[in-house]
């Protein structure tokens, strides 16, 4: 159980265009999921903080007009980053948890890698 | 936010070998994982563990919350061991991440 997938797995894309990324759970119910990014032998650093049904919050230093995030169901939250450029190129993973508190396990996506050109 | 840090930050071992990594906290926590990151970048859990011990085959992990360290125990490693092992923690609703420890296992 508490399986996260992602999708796509990897996405190219021209600087200037919007990509979509989806970050579903697939056997629970995630009233929290958390967007992260990796950059290349780095660590994971938190983006933004989604709850179903309410706005994200994001992180101090994230464009939240950048990255758009939308947690419209219990299953299911996506990250849109829009207007791409070769900075945003990184690793994209989310995570999901079920009761949405410090003290519940997270369960990682694989994540998604995004290369802008 | 809480600073976590976790040492070695590389560790080259031979196959059979037994390594111990650890994750220092700089305030108390609600929560502690850690995870396996494997070369395709998956993140598999391996504990949750905020105090206590505990056991699964080969790995055994140690919360000492009122000191604020956890370790990790690989027993016996393999080549498949091999990856980037994160420590993270909660005070609240978010996780901190170390910045990892490099493990290369050697057939």
């Known amino acids: 159980g508490a399986v996260v997938s992602q999708h796509p797995s990897r996405v190219i894309c021209k600087s200037g265009t919007s990509v979509k990324i989806e970050c579903r759970s697939l056997?629970?119910?995630?009233?929290?999921m958390f967007w992260y990014r990796q950059f290349p032998k780095q660590s994971l650093m938190l983006m933004a903080t989604?709850?179903?049904?309410?706005?994200?919050?994001?992180e101090q230093g994230v464009e939240k007009d950048k990255f758009l995030i939308n947690h419209a169901s219990l299953t299911l939250s996506t990250l849109t980053v829009t207007s791409a450029h070769p900075e945003d190129s990184s690793f994209y993973i989310c995570?999901?948890?079920?009761?949405?508190?410090?003290?519940?396990?997270?369960?990682f996506g694989p994540g998604t890698r995004l290369l802008v050109l | 936010g809480i600073q976590v840090e976790q040492s070695p930050p590389d560790l080259i071992l031979q196959e059979g070998a037994n390594s111990t990594l650890r994750c220092n906290f700089s305030?108390?926590?609600?929560?502690l994982q850690w995870f396996h990151q494997n070369p395709w970048g998956q993140l598999i859990n391996l504990f949750y563990?905020?105090?206590g011990t505990k056991q699964n085959g080969r790995l055994s992990a140690t919360t000492v919350a009122t000191e604020r360290y956890s370790l990790l125990y690989i027993s016996s490693s393999q080549t498949t061991d091999s990856g980037v092992y994160f420590c993270?923690?909660?005070?609240?609703?978010?996780?901190?991440f170390g910045a990892g420890t490099t493990v290369t296992v050697r057939a």
């Open positions: 995570s999901a948890s079920r009761a949405g508190g410090a003290w519940e396990t997270q369960y």
């Open positions: 056997d629970f119910q995630a009233t929290t």
């Open positions: 989604s709850n179903e049904g309410s706005k994200a919050t994001y």
């Open positions: 305030d108390s926590v609600n929560n």
């Open positions: 563990i905020p105090s």
């Open positions: 993270a923690v909660g005070g609240d609703y978010k996780l901190s």
